[in-house]
């Protein structure tokens, strides 16, 4: 006889067993749909956005995050963890999926069985280890919450819930299975296809064979009870999130990264801008927070809330959850504090490690708007002093506008104004157009490309601030004023290419000018350079010397740009000593999101904790390729008291002195 099992062994098939079993199913079904139902009238109380372009591409994304666990895995440990759970829960739920298939399907209907012989057996041991494997991981997982208690981890009534009741489903199936195998397998070769249910069944034998039936039974019905309660609560807890985590990866933002919404500031239909209640926040937003699972990687990994600010990024988003569930007219700039707000350095840590997709920025840069636009609110007077200064001078350090080219006389580049046809636009940036240091890159930019016969042209006092800190801060009329002259001027000069060394003003040109019309190619110079030097154009020698490299925000996890600045280190000699975070888990220099230009008055500074790490590495050189990380540096150093061991430069200084003549 080949190796198989009755289905419905002990409990039986008629009626008496299906007709209750289905209408469970039923009604947790219903109750899964009802709920759902009641969190889409949530989300509708959100403003539209589409989020269903290039489905298939989207469907694409979602599967490799949901059946992989791609994002999930980026976090070792509890990240493991919860994969192997989830793929050993999901083989369990195939492997029942297919026994109702045969049982009440092609068995039942056209007497067709097809767990038998050897995939029967290939069957029974999967799912043993399957299951074992989900038992341990949740165990594990228990054992951090409740035991190890890691800070920031916050236990409810719904974690509860869910890991006494996925632990219950779990053991049940193993004491039915050791239940049947008791009376009708052990000892028979096909019990060693099921070494988990063999072991339980041995156990189970002293009992008797009447005791095993009845309990068998009991398990049976008690078991399938527990399947239909997980069903139907997933929309009451935190069990949603396995439907709302995996829609939010189809749902997701397709970029480019970090891009925010641009404001028709000329709609008179509009009566406020930014969001002050849930209501002016999209759907999407609000179906973030029926997303997240409160797994707090956004708060480790948020400088902010590393530092000692009442930022946390979870807690932001529970909060516009609660608030969306219960009072979405509340005001959710006093529900989340004006401190935690302002906090943000938009360095999109939270964003790039969540596991569900989330969208943090944009809800911080919505709530900003509001506070500016329709307050006239910032987080100090030096803020306001700044955005004076950029409407008035087109930059934020109060410097005359008619200044902004001098930094370049005597190194033989003209303004457009007076030559038009060169071969790249050097768009300077604030920083370099008038901060002594800064101004030493912009020179040592010029000389590396006179270097490798590139002819650059600046704008000078035609240039203004690409309008980035103030966007970031919410001043989206100030943004789109700056960016509209900025533009006008470009393509006035029809330039084709421009490079930047301000990763800022680069993310700022190539991603968010596009919605108001601009189309030139734009470059940071750590990639047009690190070309220059592959194609042979830009001659460096090497010269052996040993740093550390800081990934700024802005090149890093906005535009994914980590080895080109790498490379150029390693063309000059360089061997980098990596901090502990770097690359995209690279820590703020407290720069972003217009903190660049507010002190810092809360919690301890973020450039000198910073600082600290690449102090920890043992180099004597700290490198990076952006004006304000190289600011926030300069500071730093200051701050921990380490001029004499450590020395904040950027990437061109240390090209420009290994430069073949």
Sequence with gaps: MESTREIYWNVGHGIATLAPMYLLALAALGLLVYGMLQRVKVYRNGKPLNRTDEPMARMAMMMKNM?????????????????????????LVIGTGLIVIQADFTDLLFDIVFLK?????????????????????????????????????????????????????????????????????????????????????????????????????????????LAMLFIAIIPFTKFRHILTT??????????????????????EDTESFGARQMTDFSWKDIFDTDACTSCKRCQDRCPAYSTDKPLSPMQVVNQLGELARTDPGADVIDAVGRDAIWSCTTCRACQDICPAAIE???????????????????????????????????????????????????????????????????????????????????????TLCHAAGIKVGILGKEEKCCGEPARKMGNEYLYQTMAMENIETIKGYGIKKIVTACPHCFNTLAKDYRDLGFEVEVEPHAVFLDRLVAQGRLPIREEQFTCTYHDSC????????????????????????????????????????????????????????????????????????????????????KGAGVEEILRPRDITEILVERLVA
Aim: charge should be negative.
């Design 67 to 91: 059946v992989l666990q791609s994002r999930v895995l980026r976090v070792t440990g509890p990240g493991v963890a919860h994969a192997v759970f989830f793929w050993g829960f999901l083989l």
């Design 360 to 446: 943090h920025v944009n809800k911080i840069i919505e709530l900003r708007r509001n506070l500016v636009l329709m307050e006239g609110e910032f987080p100090g007077e030096e803020v306001m002093t700044a955005m004076e200064q950029i409407e008035v001078n087109g930059n934020p350090l109060g410097m005359g506008y008619a200044g902004r080219g001098d930094w370049a006389e005597g190194l033989g580049i003209s303004t457009l104004a007076d030559d038009c046809e060169v071969e790249v636009l050097f768009f300077v940036g604030c920083y370099a157009s008038f901060d002594k240091r800064n101004r030493t890159v912009a020179k040592d930019f010029i």
């Design 554 to 637: 802005y090149m890093g996890r906005h535009n994914d740009i980590y080895d080109a600045p790498r490379s150029l280190i390693e063309a000059a000699g360089g061997e980098i000593v990596e901090m502990e975070k770097h690359g995209d888990q690279a820590f703020c220099c407290s720069a972003g999101g217009g903190r660049i230009l507010a002190e810092e008055k809360l919690g301890t500074r973020i450039n000198v904790k910073r600082v600290e790490m690449a102090v920890e590495t043992g180099a004597g050189l700290l490198l990076s390729n952006c004006p304000f990380c190289l600011t926030m540096f300069e500071d730093g150093v």
């Design 246 to 267: 995996s829609a939010n990866y189809f749902l997701a933002d397709r970029g480019p990264t970090g891009k925010l919404t641009t404001v028709d500031l000329e709609n």
């Design 117 to 225: 012989g050897a995939p029967y057996k290939v069957f029974s041991i999967v799912l043993d280890f399957a299951g074992l494997a989900t038992i341990v991981m949740l165990l594990g997982l228990m054992i951090r919450r409740w035991l190890v208690r890691p800070k920031g981890l916050e236990t409810g009534s719904d974690d509860i819930v869910m890991h006494g009741l996925l632990l219950a489903i779990l053991v049940t199936g193993f004491l039915i299975e050791g239940a049947r195998m008791a009376v009708t397998e052990l000892g028979t070769e096909l019990s060693y296809w099921s070494p988990v249910g063999m072991l339980v069944a041995n156990g189970l034998d002293s009992l008797g064979g009447a005791t095993v039936l009845v309990l068998h039974r009991g398990l049976w019905w008690f078991h399938l009870v």
